[in-house]
């Protein structure tokens, strides 16, 4: 079973995942791992596809370099053996290239103020020179996606 979180950033996907994976005794794979850097999101859902969920589908340990923010380059590689559950938890774990392996979709939002908000709050200053820049990538992907419209269950 795969489970995607999705939505913009602030909206309570990761503290949603990590509420909900061990009552279902799931893995999470954060998407933060796997975005090569501030422009990367649009290549990533492709990435999570080839690299993570087709080995898995086949009962192979899925692999993929883990991002280096600070490093801003590639690290060690994240190995995700086949999970009974596997929580996809960030932007884009609800695009095209994904759902042939989902389960559920879901789809988190919330007001922009407050998902600002819980963004710096989280990442602090690091992340206030880059938002505009990941908002305007959040909005083309989930709009070229239709993400929101093919969620299953959605929150707010």
């Not at 589908?57 to 009974?84: K, L, M, Q």
């Not at 596997?86 to 884009?92: H, K, T, V």
């Not at 709050?121 to 992340?127: E, H, L, P, S």
């Not at 992907?141 to 959605?154: Q, S, V």
Request: glycine share 10%; with cysteine; net charge negative.
């Amino acid at each position: 079973m795969v489970i995607a979180i999705d939505g913009p950033s602030g909206s309570g996907k990761t503290r949603l995942a990590r509420e909900v994976a061990p009552a279902i005794d799931a893995v999470i794979l954060h998407l933060d791992d796997i975005y090569r850097g501030w422009d990367g999101l649009a290549e990533a859902p492709a990435v999570v596809a080839q690299e993570v969920l087709e080995p898995i589908a086949r009962g192979e340990p899925g692999r993929t370099a883990r991002w280096e923010w600070g490093a801003n380059g590639p690290g060690v590689d994240i190995v995700v053996p086949p999970p009974e559950v596997l929580i996809l938890d960030g932007c884009g774990s609800g695009s095209r290239i994904i759902r042939p392996w989902l389960s559920y979709l879901i789809w988190m939002d919330a007001p922009i103020e407050a998902r600002r908000e819980r963004a710096m709050a989280r990442d602090g200053q690091t992340y206030e020179n880059w938002w505009d820049m990941w908002a305007a990538q959040e909005r083309d992907l989930f709009a070229a996606e239709g993400t929101p419209a093919a969620a299953d269950i959605r929150l707010t």
